[in-house]
């Protein structure tokens, strides 16, 4: 074995080590890791306790309601097994609509409410033109079945 | 046999090659740009929900995977060079890094422009954000590492062994929208999945990232070129001088 093998061997065998090292760390880190907590995980008793966390799913259709004063918003957010209602006096995202993805900083109050401090839309990653989505849900409506890919949660 | 690629891992010989490539390189770059931008914003369509705000992708995208690929092609020359002890091979990695900081720094102020008219916020924190800031700051830290060491060889491999550390980072940029729940959307083009996006606007996005590889070629040549210069400058192979007097030079 020449000594370029031996380097090549050990600057791979070193790649593995780190490679198995940074995976344990972020197995560990895993918890920490998340963006945003599911209706399902809060229900769960998953998401901190006695401070602010992010709420994510969808936006449930036909649940958006707007107070007198035209700020202070309500939706539920659901991941569709869970929902949590959510209050939120601000101005929401252009792209902020109902069966949509939503992600809600805030506190989850003692009667079950969010209460958002911010409301970001979150954006799923399909693109097209109008004209192709207004074919796509026409075809979904007729199938009956609602569907959407908008937010995709992890299993665990 | 036909060529003797050999021949070019010397940096004498490979001067006068990078200067050849460097004007083909820079044509296609700039044609391929200038038809991919002009596809992305006159001939794709808008977009169902964003609207026009969605065509900072055609910029947004390509400078992304730049930043990763680039980084995993000097991480490539930084390894063969610890591997093979070749000059040439770190003055590769050497000239790479700034392109690839420089399309990381792209990817992520385009991002930021794009995510206030679609989130309702330039910057998150969030596992794909944050994990394409730090490859800013691996790029930085590379450049910045080679610069304090002034041994040469030193230089090399110390940079080169933080190159090739931050090779981690990579899988997790990618694979972070798939990992954990993340405010950026998840991948609408991959090798696994047909592409979630119509075909023009695939189509101007992936002549623009053919167009950004073809840019990355030629400014890594012409960038290259001048490190082989500053570097050898003793042996003033330039003028054909023998060996003997390369020795005395010295």
Known sequence: MKPRHKRFIFIGLGLLALAGASMLILNAFQKNLVFFYTPTAVANGEAPKGRGFRIGGMVEDGSLTREGDGLTVHFVITDTAKRVPVTFKGILPDLFKEGKGAVAQGQLGADGTFLASEVLAKHDENYMPPEAAEALAKAKSAAGAQTSSTLVVNPR | ?250
């Open chain 2, 1 to 250: 046999m036909g060529i003797n690629w050999f021949k070019y891992s010397s940096p004498q010989a490979f001067h006068p090659l990078a200067g050849k490539m460097i004007p083909w390189f820079s044509v296609a770059a700039g044609l391929l740009i200038i038809i991919g931008l002009y596809i992305g914003f006159f001939v794709a369509p808008t977009d169902f929900q964003q609207g026009d705000s969605y065509r900072i992708i055609f910029v947004h995208v390509p400078a992304a995977w730049m930043s990763m690929f680039l980084y995993v092609i000097m991480a490539a020359w930084a390894g063969v060079g610890l591997g093979l002890n070749a000059r040439p091979s770190f003055m590769m990695a050497q000239a790479i890094a700034p392109t690839g900081a420089m399309f990381t720094f792209i990817a992520l102020l385009t991002g930021a422009m794009w995510g206030k008219p679609t989130w309702g916020a330039w910057w998150v924190w969030d596992a794909r954000l944050t994990s394409e800031l730090i490859l800013l700051f691996q790029y930085i830290g590379i450049i910045l590492l080679r610069a304090a060491i002034d041994d040469l060889r030193r230089a090399d491999r110390a940079s080169a062994v933080l190159a090739l550390v931050g090779v981690v980072n990579v899988p997790i940029i990618y694979f972070s929208v798939r990992w954990w729940n993340t405010l950026h959307q998840g991948a609408s083009v991959s090798m696994t999945a047909s592409p979630k996006m119509a075909t023009t606007m695939l189509t101007a996005m992936l002549i623009m990232t053919v167009g950004f590889w073809m840019y990355s070629f030629a400014v890594t040549l012409a960038r290259v070129r001048c490190v082989i210069l500053d570097r050898e400058r003793q042996p003033m192979w330039g003028n054909q001088t023998s060996i003997q007097e390369v020795a005395e030079a010295r």
